[in-house]
């Protein structure tokens, strides 16, 4: 029989590295929640479903910061050293080209320590679903074109 990591159920989304989403989760010894924020942030760009992966990655953090005081207690017993999970967290965002805010915030997941580190990976988040939304949106119908059109001019 294969090994887990050679074969895939359904879709493409988990990537082509060798180094899987649920081997970083368990190299970082992280817990459910932030390895279900870190799931979406990985397959945000990848599964066709970006608003809603983002979405639901910031809901896991929010469950996450709710509870922080009792996923500390948990995350300092069953973590590895920091040079550790930080080389692993880094190792899959490299492998599945996962940078900038997406990859702040599943650093800071892997790492974090205080409820402020988790506060600050929920940014980071927020501010990809913005960008997002606002890459998005809606084009401006007539009447609002006109008044673009104004603006320009008196420019």
């Known amino acids: 029989m294969a090994k887990a990591n050679e074969r895939q159920v359904g879709g ?64 300092r017993a069953a973590r590895p050293s920091a040079k550790q999970v930080y080389s692993s967290a880094l190792r899959f965002c490299d492998e599945h080209n996962i940078s900038g805010q997406a990859q702040s915030a599943i650093m800071l997941l892997a790492t974090w320590e205080t409820k402020y580190d988790l506060e600050h990976a929920a940014s980071n988040v927020r501010a990809l679903l913005n960008r997002l939304l606002i890459s998005r949106s809606v084009p401006l119908e007539d009447s609002n074109k006109h008044a673009e059109r104004f603006a320009e001019d008196k420019e």
Request: aromatic residues 10%.
């Open 12 to 75: 493409g989304h988990y990537g082509e590295g060798e180094y899987k989403h649920w081997d970083m989760v368990l190299a970082t010894g992280m817990q459910y929640l932030e390895g279900s924020a870190t799931k979406y942030l990985d397959r945000f760009e990848k599964k066709g479903v970006p608003v809603q992966d983002l979405e639901k990655a910031l809901h896991y953090i929010e469950k996450a910061i709710e509870n922080a005081s009792l996923l500390a207690l948990v995350a």
